[in-house]
């Protein structure tokens, strides 16, 4: 469907979104941070919710940040 690089909190993330038995899937994964950990996950929807989709993966995204040791 597609894929794009994005950068949120100084954190940059690949987006993708894809279709997989007629259910939508937005994924996201953070690049690593200086201890080697990332951020992942995926929001499942249906085709008439994608604007809420993309809505609340916009703010999960602006919600995280790496934890400082």
């Known amino acids: 469907y597609y894929s794009s690089i994005i950068f949120v909190n100084n954190i940059k993330f690949a987006e993708m979104c894809y279709k997989d038995q007629g259910i939508y899937y937005l994924k996201f994964m953070s690049d690593y941070d ?21 809505q609340y993966l916009n703010d999960l995204l602006k919600s995280m940040h790496y934890k400082n040791n």
Do not use: V
């Open 34 to 54: 200086k201890n080697g950990g990332y951020i992942n996950g995926f929001i499942e929807y249906e085709k008439s919710d994608e604007a809420d989709a993309k």
